[in-house]
């Protein structure tokens, strides 16, 4: 046996933990809170500068892709809590 039922509740935990932390992560970024600006990736370097709606809209696209990165991890992590709940199960 690979992993006992304390080993699987800590699992569990720390992948609730993690998927609450990724959901509201997600919003935020969906949101578009400034404090989270220099968390993005960097601009691609063919836009033009000096323009400014094209900036704006390409912040606005790594904002929403960043959300989307966020809320498929927290998707993983609900995986894992449900991989590690079934296991739990299993071993009662």
């Known amino acids: ?17 993690g998927l609450i932390l990724m959901v509201i992560l997600g919003g935020l970024f969906y949101n578009e809170s400034v404090g989270l600006l220099s968390d993005l990736p960097a601009e691609s370097a ?3 500068k000096s323009n400014w709606q ?3 809209q390409e912040i606005k ?4 892709q960043n959300a989307l990165n966020s809320w498929i991890a927290g998707a993983i992590h609900l995986a894992i809590f449900v991989a590690a ?7 009662r």
């Not at 080993?7 to 992948?15: T, Y």
């Not at 696209?61 to 929403?64: G, H, I, R, S």
């Open 1 to 17: 046996m690979v992993c006992g039922p304390k080993c699987v509740g800590f699992i569990m935990g720390i992948s609730l933990w």
């Open 85 to 91: 709940g079934l296991r739990l199960c299993c071993l």
């Open 61 to 64: 696209d790594l904002y929403y």
């Open 54 to 56: 094209a900036r704006r």
């Open 46 to 48: 063919n836009i033009d």
